[in-house]
């Protein structure tokens, strides 16, 4: 596959070839544990599934080709390539981090890895400069969201690639909400880029698994013994249905940010409606920078209630029937959520409500189905 071919070429041929032995189109499952040497040491490239696996090993050179990356690695889930990442580091390092942060990443910095010796620093990104004054001696690593989990925020991942380059440090940014096909960080100078392969790449909600890229050679040889030497990997059935989602990757991901558009809009004009967080909107604080580092502006949506009322923010998202509550996001089918008792309820009140996560904010995963059946559904749920 040519590095310059197009995201819709790559998405769907990167890392793929006809199976050698039947001539088959799509990878087939290698559902196996081992691999026969004809000698000892002597093999195909493959000696055991923990290490490395065909299905997966297709996998990872597609998502590495759409992340315009030299290496990549698969894991079982988002959160075990966020636990890889912070294998790279020692106790005694400290990492600097968004205040606006899924509640998993927050839950497992806090609690596992600030009992290991690591210090975690929560800051408000908007300035770069502001952040520099967290910067010592001890401190490692940089890691962003972008666009954050709940609140939309977009940071500029340039400016914190020249922050991290002057200060010798690793930029690390979780990706899941905009995809490769709207944000590639490591062509704007980010050291590894993070996904949550169950959002958008699988994009079916039927796949657990997370994804690490980077072109440092030295970084990608690290991971690549983490990857080995925990274990977290992907078994080949899941590899292979996220390798037939990311086909077509670039089809829904176009679908997700004209309904995402639609439904921000709908809702902005809704008098029960208080503040809407999506970064398409020219207001948007950081609207000039998601222009510049995004080809769209997505399908995620937050929004709270002119009420800022809880019991009603719960009679809202329960009487809808298009979307769905559940946790997740990214999936062909439209999903809502109430971040400050699911995705958000590890972090604590005090500290949720200083970024924005208030009892009455709602998270919408808009997804692909007829825009119309959506704002109608809206359009009931506020009714009632």
């Given at each position: ?288 920078v998601a222009k510049n580092q995004m080809s769209g502006f997505g399908g995620m949506i937050s929004f709270t209630l002119a009420s800022d009322s809880l019991e009603e923010a719960f009679d809202i998202v329960s009487r809808l029937e ?45 997804g692909i189905e007829h825009i119309s059946d959506l704002i109608d559904d809206l359009e009931k749920a506020f009714a009632n």
């Amino acid at each position: 596959m040519k590095k310059d071919a197009k995201f819709a070429t790559k998405a769907i041929h990167a890392g793929v070839e006809p199976d050698p032995a039947t001539g088959a189109i799509m990878t087939p499952v290698y559902q196996t544990t081992t691999y026969a040497q004809p000698r000892p040491g002597v093999h195909k490239g493959y000696e055991y599934s923990r290490t490395q696996n065909p299905t997966r090993h297709a996998l990872e050179k597609n998502l590495t080709s759409l992340e315009n990356a030299e290496q990549g690695f698969a894991f079982s889930s988002g959160m075990a390539a966020v636990d890889a990442c912070l294998k790279l580091l020692k106790p005694g390092n400290e990492v600097i981090s968004t205040n606006d942060l899924y509640g998993g990443s927050y839950r497992l910095f806090t609690t596992t890895y600030a009992d290991f010796g690591l210090k975690f620093h929560f800051a408000n990104m908007d300035s770069p400069k502001s952040v520099e004054a967290l910067i010592n001696d001890q401190t490692k690593m940089i890691w962003l969201e972008t666009p954050t989990n709940p609140l939309m925020s977009v940071i500029d991942i340039l400016a914190y690639a020249d922050l991290a380059r002057k200060h010798d440090l690793m930029l690390v940014v979780d990706n899941t909400f905009a995809s490769p096909y709207l944000q590639t960080p490591l062509d704007l100078g980010a050291t590894i880029v993070m996904h949550s392969i169950t959002k958008y790449i699988a994009g079916h909600s039927d796949v657990v698994m997370g994804f690490l890229a980077t072109n440092d050679k030295d970084v990608g040889e690290r991971l690549k013994f983490i990857q080995k030497s925990s274990g977290a990997v992907p078994g080949p059935q899941d590899c292979f249905l996220a390798l037939r989602g990311v086909k077509t990757l670039h089809l829904r991901m176009e679908r997700h940010c004209e309904n995402g558009a639609e439904v921000a809009h709908w809702l902005r004009k809704h008098p029960k409606v208080g503040k809407v967080y999506w970064p398409g909107f020219e207001d948007h604080p950081n609207h000039e920078v998601a222009k510049n580092q995004m080809s769209g502006f997505g399908g995620m949506i937050s929004f709270t209630l002119a009420s800022d009322s809880l019991e009603e923010a719960f009679d809202i998202v329960s009487r809808l029937e298009v979307f769905t509550i559940a946790e997740s996001l990214g999936g062909v089918e439209s999903l809502v959520g109430h971040p400050a008792s699911m995705t958000h309820a590890s972090i604590p009140k005090e500290e949720r409500e200083k970024t924005g996560v208030t009892d009455s904010l709602i998270r919408l995963s808009v997804g692909i189905e007829h825009i119309s059946d959506l704002i109608d559904d809206l359009e009931k749920a506020f009714a009632n």
